[in-house]
């Protein structure tokens, strides 16, 4: 059973910093893609990054690029998100997500972790 469990939420001042962690176990990851996925008040899921497991580059959404780095410890079945110079339009519901190579969607989520960006 793939379980997925975010940390690291909150709330900061607009400019501020934080790092999402999303602990993965239950599987085997090798060939699956890790994503984060937001979803703000009123408003669709939307795609913020993903990396493939095993390495290689990752993608973003194009309004976080330049400050949201996605990144693996596979040594700890462990996916960040380093999140800088946060926006208040950055305010939503963060999930990690897993899909295998094969999948078009995403296959297991996360619960959510919260982080609000005041202005």
């Known amino acids: 059973q793939v379980q997925l469990v975010e940390s690291g939420g909150g709330l900061v001042q607009a400019g501020a910093s934080l790092r999402l962690s999303c602990a993965a176990s239950?599987?085997?990851?090798?060939?699956?893609?890790m994503g984060w996925v937001r979803q703000a008040p009123g408003k669709e899921r939307e795609f913020v990054a993903s990396?493939?497991?095993?390495?290689?580059?990752?993608d973003y959404l194009e309004s976080v690029k330049g400050r949201f780095t996605i990144s693996m410890n596979n040594a700890e079945n462990t996916v960040y998100l380093q999140m800088n110079s946060l926006k208040p339009e950055d305010t939503a519901i963060y999930y990690c997500?897993?899909?295998?190579?094969?999948?078009?969607?995403?296959?297991?989520w996360g619960q959510g972790t919260q982080v609000t960006v005041s202005s």
């Open positions: 239950g599987g085997t990851f090798s060939t699956y893609y």
């Open positions: 990396i493939l497991w095993s390495g290689g580059s990752a």
């Open positions: 997500a897993a899909r295998r190579s094969t999948s078009i969607r995403y296959d297991y």
